[in-house]
């Protein structure tokens, strides 16, 4: 041990194994917990049956894991078991409950969990939003200067019990002080210029007093989250991050009494910090090394290992975003270089496995080919004790990298994964394919339409009744057949229409009933791309999304979209939009593939789009909407590597819709209202209007827009459409009153912040109508 790298001054540390993972889902191989949340909600199961189900979910987590290869003992099985969210359990185990909910939370963790995650009709709950570039949303703490802090140890305690009881040692999990801080926003009640940073200290301290009761416990390890390194998207610099990150970690290492800590920083690149962190008084870390990369100067010249000294590092070699088998032999190869330079290494992941499925082998409908080139949650810990094994005798595993070798081999070489006509056309793409003719002629030729100022319109999907769920089921299983199927929802694309004719929108929708899910639809009829049947992926609370699977070269086999759309305009005279889903989302919301730059992927999926566009067009329809939700979500945390992303992005973006003619008139949709970030992109979509959600945050996107001199259409949502709440006429004709006031009438639309899937059809039209009456009333001002 160097001076600065001391073990827990109250015991000796028992070094980390050498394979340990970040964290595994928590939902249940078949949405256990899910199932078990949502009767409790119900009232049908009683908490006590809620904690039952819950138990058990976790012990069969730590036996698995230990089957897999992880060692039992030691600290290598982390508790990454959550109710709801991994910040909000953090809110609970540092006793942040804000006041406004000090009525609500009820006597035990479990109801103040939900209490805080979902409100109640006097509370509204915590703010969610994305956790880092996932399309996991966490709960958003809420501090102010009142805000209680005091150490809740007791779930972490119980799960550190509970594995012992099972003769596991397992490593308690909590996001890390720095990154709960800076996540954290000032509550409504908060002074003015109070951030919740101003507490870290206090904060601090309660963490030190939950290692103090976790050592009590016998906690051997406790892992601290703080992937806040690695973001340049945050509040604060990464530069004053990082010295956030060693104040704090002076401190809760020179804590008297703790278990040894690992320090994480998933998801992006802490390679310039690597030293600066290793040399902090703890015991281990660790770094993404797939997102990230290594310091390899200071690697060459012998520093990082002397930061290391006394320290572990957990290698982050195995993917834990993405579903494929991990190149073991370059992984090991990593790993290795590290371990000959004198650094203690573990083989672990590169974040939690809380973002991908649990298991492969559940997938038996999937072609046998493709399934031997994945790795769900289980395979990945597979793999990293493989590695483990390999680092301490390379030779004892050379079967084992020898068969992915393999594996690898057979992918590049199968068809359709290079497909030659596919890359040739992209190859082909110039800058001319990106450009439409200049905005002027475009509106010019877009006068045809007979568009009203402040028009109204909707986002497109309408909302997704039983019925349609039940229908679409049924049609699953074979119990009706497609004719019926497809009747059922041309019935259903009808009544739609009527109603907004009858509502009195100006440019209608058909309302999205025959999609189970904006990306799965179009992954379903695009080619490279396979869907499965179990690979459901925590996305908030008990909700989950089954990411398509990207795998080959992407082409259109056939439109997708072009019959409903044309049966849908064909019941109007008023212009029905075509509705895709946009090339940046359709890879945000998938697996994508690893074989190839996700740039080259996206000009593949948008020519896929181009010609659907096309196809629109040709049929008759007039306005194509190219939804692009998750363009800010993909953008990297890395600040360097911003540029070039938001050049690809919005480039497959106008690849597809740049081979419209003026008269057709493109739209988009974004929905999340901070994107002063990405302003210059959202303008180089070039779209000619683009809809985005406002509500919320009572319009202010205008703002920055009305600064940026935006001069195409521009659609701030003036309905939020995350309650069922119904905004009442006043409501909203004060909103479209302030988007007009920075934005001229002319290039002002009135719509809903996102589509109204989720919502039920009374307060749709409740709401609707008064959208368009309020739409009325600041036309007639
Ligand atoms: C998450 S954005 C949703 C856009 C889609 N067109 C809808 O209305 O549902
Ligand atoms: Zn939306």
Redesign the pocket.
């Known amino acids: 041990m160097t001076a600065t790298s001391q073990p827990a001054p109250s015991q000796t540390v028992t070094p980390l194994p050498n394979a340990t993972i970040l964290g595994y889902p928590r939902i249940g191989r078949r949405r256990e917990l899910k199932r078990a949340i949502e009767s409790f909600w119900k009232g049908a199961t009683d908490e006590a049956q809620l904690g039952e189900t819950a138990r058990e979910l976790r012990a069969a987590t730590r036996t698995r894991l230990v089957e897999l290869g992880l060692p039992a003992t030691g600290g290598a099985v982390p508790e990454s078991f959550s109710f709801y969210d991994q910040v909000l359990d953090a809110t609970i185990a540092l006793g942040a409950i804000p006041h406004r909910f000090a009525d609500a939370v009820g006597s035990s963790d479990l109801t103040a969990t939900f209490a805080l995650a979902r409100g109640d009709k006097d509370h509204q709950p915590l703010e969610m939003t994305k956790w880092f570039d996932t399309n996991y949303h966490y709960s958003v703490p809420e501090l102010d200067e009142q805000t209680p802090l005091a150490a809740n140890s007791a779930a972490l305690v119980s799960y550190l019990a509970e594995a012992k009881e099972q003769g596991i040692e397992s490593r308690p999990v909590l996001v890390g002080p720095v990154t709960y801080a800076l996540l954290a926003k000032a509550s409504d009640a908060a002074g003015e210029g109070f951030a919740p940073l101003d507490r870290l200290d206090e904060i601090v301290a309660v963490y030190a007093q939950l290692l103090a009761d976790l050592a009590a416990a016998g906690a051997a390890w406790v892992q601290l989250d703080e992937p806040a390194l690695v973001s340049d998207s945050l509040s604060v610099p990464r530069a004053e991050i990082l010295a956030l990150v060693e104040r704090t970690y002076a401190t809760l290492g020179g804590a008297s009494a703790r278990p040894a800590i690992l320090l994480t920083a998933p998801y992006g690149d802490s390679a310039a910090a690597l030293s600066r962190i290793a040399a902090l008084p703890i015991e281990a870390v660790q770094a993404d090394l797939v997102r990230g990369s290594l310091p390899e100067s200071e690697l060459a010249d012998g520093s990082l290992a002397a930061a290391f000294e006394g320290t572990q590092f957990v290698a982050g070699v195995v993917d834990g975003r993405n579903i494929w088998r991990t190149n073991l032999r370059a992984a090991l190869a990593t790993a290795t270089r590290l371990q000959d330079a004198g650094i203690a290494t573990v083989i672990g992941t590169s974040n939690s496995l809380q973002h991908v499925p649990h298991d492969v082998s559940d997938e038996t409908k999937l072609d046998a080919r493709l399934r031997s080139w994945l790795a769900f949650a289980d395979q990945k810990v597979e793999q990293v004790a493989i590695l483990a094994k390999g680092l301490a005798d390379a030779a004892s595993v050379e079967a084992e990298l020898a068969e992915v070798d393999a594996v690898l081999a057979d992918r590049a070489a199968a068809p359709g994964v290079s497909t030659a006509a596919i890359r040739d056309r992209a190859a082909a793409v110039t800058a001319a394919d990106r450009d439409r003719a200049p905005e002027g002629d475009r509106r010019d030729a877009q006068r045809a339409l007979n568009i009203p100022e402040l028009a109204t319109t909707t986002?497109?999907?309408f909302p997704q009744t039983s019925e349609i769920r039940v229908a679409r089921a049924a049609f699953a299983r074979g119990e009706i057949d497609q004719a019926a199927y497809d009747g059922f929802l041309r019935a259903e694309i009808e009544r739609v229409i009527r109603l907004q004719e009858e509502i009195g929108l100006d440019v209608l929708v058909h309302g999205?009933a025959e999609r189970n899910d904006?990306v799965q639809y179009f992954a379903e009829l695009l080619d490279g791309f396979a869907v499965t049947e179990h690979g459901w992926v925590q996305s908030y609370g008990t909700r989950a999304t089954r990411p398509s699977i990207l795998w080959g070269d992407v082409s259109r086999p056939a439109p997708m979209t072009v019959a409903w759309s044309v049966y849908a305009q064909s019941l109007t005279e008023r212009p029905v939009k075509g509705?895709l889903t946009g090339p940046v989302t359709i890879l945000a919301w998938s697996f994508v593939r690893d074989d190839l730059p996700l740039a080259d992927t996206a000009s593949q999926v948008a020519l896929a789009l181009r010609d659907e566009i096309n196809d629109l067009v040709e049929a008759g329809i007039k306005i194509v909407?190219v939804?692009e939700?998750a363009l800010r979500e993909l953008l990297p945390l890395d600040a360097d590597r911003q540029a070039a992303y938001l050049d690809w992005s919005v480039g497959a973006f106008r690849l597809a819709t740049a081979g419209a003619a003026s008269e057709v008139q493109i739209h988009t949709?974004l929905?999340y209202s901070e994107f002063g970030e990405i302003i210059d992109a959202v303008d180089g979509l070039d779209a000619d209007v683009t809809s985005i959600e406002a509500a919320r945050s009572r319009m202010d996107v205008v703002e920055p827009l009305g600064d940026h001199g935006y001069s195409r259409g521009i659609g701030p949502g003036v309905y939020d459409i995350h309650s069922p709440r119904v905004p009442s006429v006043a409501e909203q004709t004060e909103l479209i009153q302030l988007a007009a006031a920075r934005i001229p009438g002319e290039q002002l639309w009135v719509n809903p912040d996102?589509?109204?899937?989720t919502r039920g059809y009374e307060e749709t039209v409740a709401s609707l109508t008064n959208l368009v009456q309020a739409a009325r009333a600041v036309r007639g001002a």
């Open positions: 986002i497109g999907s999205e904006m509705m909407q939804d939700p949709h929905c996102c589509g109204l899937k």
